[in-house]
């Protein structure tokens, strides 16, 4: 059993958002969510297609704004300075989630505490005691999009798997995980299980000792 490893080392935020950039499809309507997600604007270009759309009532997005571009009143729903891309239009809060929620999305980006071999996602509170809780628009985001992609680093700072055989923390949605992008691997849920498409510095059998779950390799 095995798995392509693509890269010799373990990517960084940058170099994983520009593989979950080419994954996108031509034409499709994608929600960044805040953190790492927000990387991928920076390498979608107008030939891609990808319409980007956030939360707090913009649609046609463009890339981080640097320098001279940055407008404090143009910003993204994490707050960062973007750019608008050719076509952009604006809207209420509300018909933004009513965009999110009534499936007009192909698909969403999010980063995640946990995710787990069902597919179903934590993101929104660690649930321990004094945590802060942030869900913003996650849980209609995760339920409302057509496809759920999870961008994260596969360990946490303590060295315990993110991916995991059931989530403990609160969930944000349920079975709506199809793919997870780590800075060691892209995983695929199916119904089989999961599915390892690539590897990043760490081959197929060293990753599957890093996670308490069946691993098998896409294709």
Known sequence: MSAPQN????????????????????GAYVNLGIGQPTLVS?????????????????????????????DPDLINAGKIPVVEAEGCSYFHHADSFAM??????????????????????ANWHTGKPGAI???GGA???????????????????????????????????VGCVSRIYTDKAVFLIEEDGVRVRETFGIG????????DIELKPAG
Do not use: W
């Open 7 to 26: 890269s010799d080392h373990a990517l960084s935020p940058e170099e994983l958002a520009e593989v979950v950039a080419r994954d996108i499809p031509a």
């Open 42 to 70: 920076n390498y979608l270009s107008p030939e891609d297609d990808v319409t980007l759309h956030t939360e707090n009532g913009m649609l046609g997005m463009g890339a981080e704004a640097k320098d001279d571009e940055v």
């Open 100 to 121: 999110m929620r009534g499936g007009h999305l192909d698909c969403c980006v999010l980063g995640a505490f946990q995710v787990d071999q069902k597919g179903n996602l």
């Open 133 to 135: 809780p942030a869900v």
């Open 139 to 173: 849980m209609d985001l995760a339920t409302g999009a057509k496809q759920t992609f999870v961008m994260m680093t596969l360990q946490t700072k303590k060295g315990q798997s993110k991916l995991v055989a059931e989530c403990d923390m609160p969930l944000t949605g």
């Open 204 to 211: 197929f059998d060293e990753l599957a000792e890093l996670i």
